[in-house]
């Protein structure tokens, strides 16, 4: 059965902090993995990663993958209090998207 | 950017009765829509494929006669809880994409709250 795992569940950090959030997976036929940003509605999509080793980077916001180890991880350096929300991670099977349980990110002022 | 809307945002119902929830694309054609169920602290469970003129194809552990989709337009597609329990209170999302097997490529709704009392 496909299975994405993130890790941890919560973190809290303070404002201005680095912070790492993992996604692990095992899921047969493997197209992509996508890291999504949900505060209170809908998911909302941040990277699309399909090759191993090239790092995707959006403002403070970055993600590389690891496709022999079956990982992602996603960065966001100097952290700011927009940032507190619920990460998900989720790994396009051939027939579905697959989540994780989501990391609740909250930033502290 | 490709829209999708859900209505209503927020239903409250009583057991044993059926609530409905619709499902649009707003500026594009959906060929294929996804309906999620998002427990509180859980992640999104897909529990339905739908293509429009086709029936929907469930996920293991979903009750077709239970959750009736249909998807008879391009454009929308619609959830009925029949018979809702308290257990069925989750927040339901949807997604519409018009790029076939890209399941990357897939738009949310922002969700429907449905609280059964």
């Known amino acids: 059965e496909d299975k994405v795992v993130q890790s941890p569940l919560s973190l809290v950090v303070h404002e201005g902090d680095t912070v790492t959030l993992n996604c692990s997976y095992e899921?047969?036929?493997?197209?992509?993995l996508l890291w999504y940003k949900q505060e209170k509605k809908a998911p909302t999509f941040l990277f699309m990663l399909t090759s191993s080793g090239i790092e995707k980077k959006s403002g403070r916001l970055s993600s590389i993958l690891d496709k022999k180890e079956l990982f992602s991880i996603l960065n966001i350096t100097a952290t700011q209090t927009g940032d507190s929300a619920v990460y998900l991670c989720?790994?396009?099977?051939?027939?579905?998207?697959?989540f994780g349980q989501g990391t609740r990110l909250t930033i502290n002022p | 950017g490709a829209v999708v809307s859900q209505h209503p945002s927020w239903v409250i119902c009583k057991s044993g009765t059926s609530v409905k929830i619709e499902c649009r694309s707003l500026?594009?054609?959906?060929?294929?829509m996804f309906w999620y169920r998002q427990f509180p602290k859980q992640s999104l469970m897909l529990m339905a494929t739908?293509?429009?003129?086709?029936?929907?194809?469930?996920e293991q552990g979903v009750e077709k006669d239970k959750f009736l989709i249909n998807h008879a337009s391009l454009t929308l597609s619609t959830l009925t809880v029949t018979s809702a329990h308290p257990e069925d209170s989750s927040f339901y999302i949807c997604s519409a994409t018009n790029q076939g097997n890209a399941l990357y490529e897939q738009y949310f709704g922002p969700g429907t709250r449905l609280t059964v009392t």
């Open positions: 899921v047969t036929n493997f197209r992509s």
């Open positions: 989720a790994v396009e099977g051939a027939q579905k998207l697959v």
């Open positions: 500026d594009f054609q959906a060929t294929t």
């Open positions: 739908s293509n429009e003129g086709s029936k929907a194809t469930y």
